[in-house]
């Protein structure tokens, strides 16, 4: 091969731009990048971002011209409001049995009917069964002396004072003490009892909803005010400190703790309009705010304001920061989002050991609201309640532990018509028996700071079951509590 005589053919010129076309698979030869003109510039275009609220109702787009649908929007409002309270509806009949329960006044000598003649019980027995004679007590003096059934009640101003909860008798509107032992015992009891009836387990279902649905708006409102005033630059990616959270359920609570008193109140209470103390929710709180102090009484007072403080506070406190310690105590790797199945049983034991701690102090708090304050008269209760007040949270806890028992159900009125038809050998025989059924638990009030512990176990455990079979994973979507 001989060398190129010249090389004037292969010289490029180097003020000519570089220009690289893509190979279209022809042996065309590319145009000069001179004759192709530059594209136009793009317009920039705004475009709304997507909102994924308003896909369940496309009318509903803030992004059109032509605004919000009126009609559309109250038929959503009302959607909301039919569905929170119907699922209000379907959990308080558990709710007023726990109350119940928690309110309940059980002492250590309920069962103790030694003292009572067989005549006298005999007597009971027959006028609890006779008809005519539960019409006769509506109309019966509080203050005869009759040996019927019906004495005075325990908390009517200059009646004679009760020492023992069945030795005196019990008013007909007391559902009898220590005949439940659980949840669902209470629930049978309140539907079965004459002056209550099935329908007083939906007694505050009003007031339960509303205070729900203002709890639920009021603590994100909160929570967003107190994290742009004390942690603005704090990104949604970044984990939160703990303290803004939990002060926000516990400012949403103490603004709302009128409505959970008027609550405690209207479930307490007994359903007869012979004795019932308030008509509805704003006839009880126009009650209390007349004759116990009004709106600073109902806040501030001691026997008000430290048990809505402590149990607003610990509740948040147990269930925010319980599964992170436990994750921590037991060396695992996991977090919400990489484990979401690991973290939801965390929240399930977190939320079981929380409730040996809430649970007490939630008890103490619903004895203080059923007590009444300055020239109000105390309440009838459909259930037993304690004759003298407490005076604090300390006093409360103290006296629950020492002067009542948490044995329950109480099957005295069996033994003892068994221990009166009975003489001599066998009679003795039975003392024994019932002396060897002799259990701690009648010598000591802890039980009765539990009640309801159950049936909180069972909601938390079918929450977590929900959760794994409905896959849901999103961050946002809390830990429900019955």
């Not at 409001?81 to 928690?102: C, D, F, H, N, R």
């Not at 060396?331 to 049983?345: E, F, L, N, T, Y």
């Not at 003489?423 to 009648?442: I, L, N, P, Y």
């Not at 159950?454 to 409905?470: H, K, Q």
């Amino acid at each position: 091969m001989s060398a190129p005589t010249s090389l004037r053919d292969l010289y490029i010129d180097g003020g000519a731009a570089w220009a690289f076309q893509p190979q279209n698979g022809t042996n065309a030869p590319a145009p000069p990048v001179s004759s192709v003109p530059p594209p136009p510039p793009a317009p920039w275009t705004h475009r709304a971002a997507h909102n994924s609220i308003f896909d369940l109702s496309p009318s509903l787009d803030l992004s059109e011209p032509t605004g919000i649908n009126a009609t559309d929007l109250f038929k959503a409002l009302v959607a909301s409001a039919v569905l929170q309270y119907t699922s209000t509806a379907i959990a308080m009949p558990w709710e007023v049995g726990k109350l119940l329960l928690q309110v309940q006044w059980v002492p250590r000598d309920a069962g103790e009917l030694e003292n009572v003649p067989p005549l006298e019980e005999e007597e009971e027995e027959s006028s609890e069964l006779s008809d005519e004679n539960d019409e006769e007590s509506y109309f019966a003096d509080p203050n005869s002396a009759h040996p019927g059934r019906h004495h005075a009640p325990v908390h009517d101003e200059g009646s004679p004072p009760r020492h023992g909860v069945l030795q005196d008798g019990r008013p007909e509107y007391i559902i009898p003490v220590g005949s439940a032992d659980g949840v669902w015992g209470m629930i049978k009891r309140v539907g079965r009892f004459r002056l209550e009836g099935w329908l007083s387990l939906w007694k505050g279902l009003l007031t339960s909803c509303a205070s729900e649905v203002v709890s639920s708006t009021l603590q994100p409102v909160i929570h967003s005010m107190l994290q742009a005033l004390f942690a603005p630059s704090l990104s949604p990616f970044h984990q939160q400190p703990l303290i803004l959270p939990i002060t926000s359920h516990l400012l949403t609570g103490f603004l709302l703790s009128p409505l959970d008193l008027v609550r405690t109140r209207l479930i307490v209470q007994s359903a007869s309009p012979h004795y019932r103390s308030y008509t509805g929710p704003i006839d009880a709180l126009s009650q209390i705010l007349r004759e116990e102090g009004g709106w600073h009484s109902i806040y501030f007072h001691p026997q008000l304001l430290i048990p809505t403080l402590i149990d607003c506070t610990l509740r948040p406190l147990v269930s925010l920061a319980m599964p992170g310690l436990l994750v921590r105590y037991v060396g695992a790797r996991i977090s919400q989002d990489s484990h979401p199945v690991a973290w939801g049983a965390a929240e399930l034991a977190g939320s079981c050991l929380g409730l040996l701690v809430t649970l007490p102090f939630e008890t103490i708090r619903r004895r203080l609201q059923v007590q009444v304050r300055g020239t109000a008269r105390p309440i009838r209760g459909c259930v037993e309640l304690r004759p003298q007040p407490y005076a604090g949270v300390v006093d409360t806890f103290w006296h629950i532990l020492t002067e009542e028992r948490s044995d329950l159900p109480l099957p005295v009125s069996r033994q003892n018509r068994r221990r009166s038809s009975l003489k001599g050998k066998e009679r003795e025989v039975v003392e024994e028996d019932s002396e060897e059924k002799d259990h701690w638990t009648k010598h000591t009030g802890l039980g009765q700071l539990y009640r309801g512990l159950g049936m909180r176990l069972g909601a938390s455990a079918i929450v977590f079951v929900l959760a794994l079979l409905s896959g849901d994973d999103g961050g946002d979507s809390g830990w429900a509590e019955l």
